[in-house]
């Protein structure tokens, strides 16, 4: 689901950057995969996670997409020349993911996966391109934090079917998805980790 005014103008904001180069430092300290060659991003918005991903996480090459084409398109024009043959952006739907089974290395989500109307198939399909030994970092929210009396009428976000930590960590579980050691649980309101594809 395509974000509205008032999410965009957090979205678009510097603190918002702020806020992903800490959950990139998170992420650095919970592991990496054994080869870096090759990370997806889903949902990049502007594109600035994809940027961090490879110049803090030393991806070789990444690939990131969003729903929206005005998006993507802004965030093509603001790679600078040197990274332009290494980060590639398109216009995907995270519930069905364009690539041949196990692609990449990493899988990034900065909080796009509560904006997704089926959810499982997303988490299913980031696994099905995930390679044996990949890891797939995620940044998600809950609805106590999007979903409470203000921000539920601020905010646009799918209504049916939405997860909490048990939901969300428990389908990557069924999945085979194991948690990386170092990942803090238990908050109402969301989680930065990183789970493992084992085989
Ligand atoms: C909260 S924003 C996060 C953007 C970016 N990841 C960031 O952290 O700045 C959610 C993004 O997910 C995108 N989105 C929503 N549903 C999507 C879907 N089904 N497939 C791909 N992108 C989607 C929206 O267009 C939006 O850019």
Request: proline residues 4%; positive net charge; hydrophobic residues 40%.
């Amino acid at each position: 689901m395509l974000m509205n005014w008032p999410e965009r103008v957090w979205i678009y904001s510097p603190i918002r950057v702020l806020f992903q180069k800490r959950e990139i430092r998170k992420f650095l300290k919970l592991g990496k995969p054994q080869d870096c060659e090759t990370a997806l991003e889903i949902g990049c918005g502007l594109g600035r996670g994809a940027r961090l991903i490879h110049k803090s996480m030393r991806f070789k090459d990444v690939v990131a997409f969003d729903l929206e084409t005005s998006l993507v398109r802004r965030s093509q024009s603001a790679l600078k020349h040197d990274s332009k043959d290494h980060i590639h952006f398109l216009v995907s739907d995270a519930q069905f993911l364009p690539f041949p089974d196990c692609s990449f290395d990493a899988v990034f989500n900065f909080g796009i996966i509560h904006h997704v109307l089926d959810w499982r198939l997303c988490l299913s399909e980031i696994k099905r391109v995930m390679r044996s030994g990949a890891i797939f970092y995620f940044e998600e929210i809950y609805p106590p934090l999007y979903a409470n009396w203000l921000l539920k009428r601020m905010l646009r976000h799918p209504t049916g079917d939405r997860f909490y930590e048990k939901d969300f960590l428990g389908e990557l579980d069924k999945l085979g998805l194991c948690l990386l050691h170092g990942v803090k649980t238990g908050s109402r309101f969301g989680v930065i980790g990183a789970a493992k594809k084992l085989s």
